[in-house]
């Protein structure tokens, strides 16, 4: 069974950092994109960055220059550096992953979540 699993969110400051990393589990046999969105209480789920598994790179535009995805295709992983954090920023992460896996092909897939806190 394909599991992603999130870690390194919690809580900070206004300007602040957090790392995010999200591994894929299980009977994986290759990964294409590879992305983070996020949700706000009350808002709709968005994009907040993606990578292909070529290594190119999209941001929303509230996060360029701030925040940066990169990927680790021998670990699984997907991370998402966050810089010069705002409270607007503040929201519960998903990563997601096109996975294909022996049964099932390809399929999206989705973390559980990880909360991120912004505040003072």
């Known amino acids: 069974q394909v599991q992603l699993v999130e870690s390194g969110g919690g809580l900070v400051q206004p300007g602040g950092s957090l790392r995010l990393s999200c591994a894929g589990s299980g009977s994986i046999f290759g990964i294409n994109a590879m992305g983070w969105y996020r949700q706000a209480p009350g808002k709709q789920r968005e994009l907040v960055a993606v990578?292909?598994?070529?290594?190119?790179?999209n941001y929303a535009d509230s996060v360029k220059g701030r925040f940066t995805i990169s990927r680790d295709n021998a670990k699984r992983t997907v991370y998402l550096q966050m810089n010069s954090l705002k409270p607007e920023d503040t929201a519960v992460y998903y990563c997601?992953?096109?996975?294909?896996?022996?049964?099932?092909?390809?399929?999206?897939?989705w973390g559980q979540g990880t909360q991120v806190t912004v505040s003072s």
């Open positions: 990578i292909t598994s070529g290594g190119g790179t």
């Open positions: 997601n992953a096109d996975i294909y896996s022996s049964g099932l092909g390809w399929r999206d897939y």
